[in-house]
């Protein structure tokens, strides 16, 4: 089964810091989502990038954050100024097509 | 009334028994229709996937959709202990996003 992968598996920071969250997707994948999972709570889409932009964000997705994918490879979340309730488990996936979105095994963030 | 509904267990069945996990959504643009299984603390892993009304099957797993009632089912056979995990369904339109459910808890037990 093809493998996403995200780097670092736990991040701990200070409320107010910046933190940039990497995945490496499947090589031949096109499309890139970012997903995050308060504990306890439902998946949630962040957003979705397609051809070096973003084709759709939900409402999480705010000023504070922000995506790229600076090498043709790596896929990052920034989020600027961290709050408490970003602490969250946050998943990368990645598709070719149809539609089967294959996730990595996530980074849990903890903001203190 | 919430995109999409799924009871969220937990669900005790004993090994080798017939599991049915069940999700409802409102929206009918809906297209296509997957299960993940996820385990804790790590990402969910994809079982099936399935975009018209019917049953589809792989194994142990079947997933059914009907489209006129807006309802998901997976159905596991013959239940073993390493099936206990949490199972999502995740539901997705024309855009690309998915709309999860709250996944269902599943413990197997010997």
Redesign the interface.
């Known amino acids: 089964e093809p493998e996403v992968t995200q780097t670092p598996s736990h991040q701990v920071t200070q409320m107010g810091q910046e933190v940039i969250l990497r995945c490496v997707p499947i090589s031949n994948h096109l499309y890139f989502y970012w997903y995050r999972q308060i504990l306890g709570q439902k998946v949630e889409f962040l957003v979705s990038f397609y051809n070096n932009e973003i084709s759709e964000k939900s409402e999480i997705f705010d000023d504070q954050f922000s995506v790229e994918r600076p090498d043709g490879s790596n896929f990052t979340l920034k989020i600027r100024s961290t709050k408490l309730e970003d602490s969250a488990m946050y998943f990368c996936a990645a598709k070719d097509r149809p539609n089967e979105q294959f996730f990595g095994p996530g980074t849990r963030l903890t903001v203190l | 009334q919430k995109e999409v509904e799924q009871d969220p267990g937990p669900l005790s069945v004993p090994e080798g028994a017939i599991v049915s996990l069940n999700c409802t959504y409102s929206n009918s643009a809906f297209q ?1 229709f ?1 299960w ?1 299984r996820q385990y804790s ?6 079982l099936m ?1 399935t ?1 018209s009304s019917g049953n589809k099957e792989d194994g142990r797993f079947t997933a059914q959709v009907d489209k006129s009632s807006k309802y998901i089912s997976l159905f596991i056979r013959d239940s073993q202990p390493s099936d206990s995990a949490t199972y ?1 369904c ?1 539901i ?1 339109g024309t ?9 269902t808890r599943l413990q197997v037990t010997l």
């Open positions: 296509y997957m993940y603390r790590k990402g969910p892993e994809l996937y975009y999502l995740a997705g855009a690309s996003k998915l709309t999860f459910g709250t996944g």
